[in-house]
T-cell receptor, first 114, second 113 residues
Framework: NAGVTQTPKFQVLKTGQSMTLQCAQD?????MSWYRQDPGMGLRLIHY???????DQGEVPNGYNVSRSTTEDFPLRLLSAAPSQTSVYFC?????????????FGPGTRLLVL | QQQVKQSPQSLIVQKGGISIINCAYE??????FPWYQQFPGKGPALLIA?????SEKKEGRFTISFNKSAKQFSLHIMDSQPGDSATYFC????????????FGKGTLLTVNP
């Protein structure tokens, strides 16, 4: 079990460039989420998915797109990168709703937008 | 609007001491309150979680205390160890949705040997 994997680990972009942050899990989890972590801000939910083909917006969705074509993968797309999107991005997954079900986080992708 | 307020921002404790981190929330619909631990360069990992129908939950050296009327909950780390040095986040969600969390801003805990 690889758990939740994220690629790349680190990326530098120029303003206006686009890119896709990859996230995959091999635990057959239905629920997947993307968070961004900024110094002194905690983690903020960007988008989430409750199953293949179903996605919804979180707290800070602007500038990001997601899709969920398979249970395993949940990529995050930056359409036109801005310096304000410089952050560490975490993907997470969990098996089911409810108390006691753990949400597993990936190792993160550190993104720098110049 | 910050829905989960966490304090202190940083905390220094001596080995063997008690570390206490506090969180307060505003949304009375929250019904799931987990604590996450994060080491540098790693993703957060679930430490312990509580529902609002209990006032305390203990797992080893870690205890969550919950005060529903005050809309506050706290993490107590007993016999703190240098290996506990990490950033701790409280979080909350509605409908038991562990995939849609609202996080506090985090507390950097340093345990001195």
């Amino acid at each position: 079990n690889a758990g939740v994997t994220q690629t790349p680990k680190f990326q530098v972009l120029k303003t206006g460039q686009s890119m896709t942050l990859q996230c995959a899990q091999d635990m057959n989890h239905e629920y997947m989420s993307w968070y961004r972590q900024d110094p002194g801000m905690g983690l903020r939910l960007i988008h989430y998915s409750v199953g293949a083909g179903i996605t919804d917006q979180g707290e800070v969705p602007n500038g990001y797109n997601v899709s969920r074509s398979t249970t395993e993968d949940f990529p995050l797309r930056l359409l036109s990168a801005a310096p304000s999107q410089t952050s560490v991005y975490f993907c997470a997954s969990s098996y089911a709703l409810g108390f006691g079900e753990t949400q597993y986080f990936g190792p993160g992708t550190r993104l720098l937008v110049l | 609007q910050q829905q989960v307020k966490q304090s202190p921002q940083s905390l220094i404790v001596q080995k063997g001491g008690i570390s206490i981190i506090n969180c307060a929330y505003e949304n009375t619909a929250f019904d799931y309150f987990p604590w996450y631990q994060q080491f540098p360069g790693k993703g957060p990992a679930l430490l312990i979680a509580i529902r609002p129908d209990v006032s305390e939950k203990k797992e080893g050296r870690f205890t969550i205390s919950f005060n529903k009327s005050a809309k506050q909950f706290s993490l107590h780390i007993m016999d703190s160890q240098p290996g506990d040095s990490a950033t701790y986040f409280c979080a909350a969600s509605t409908g038991g949705s562990n995939y849609k969390l609202t996080f506090g801003k985090g507390t950097l805990l340093t345990v001195n040997p």
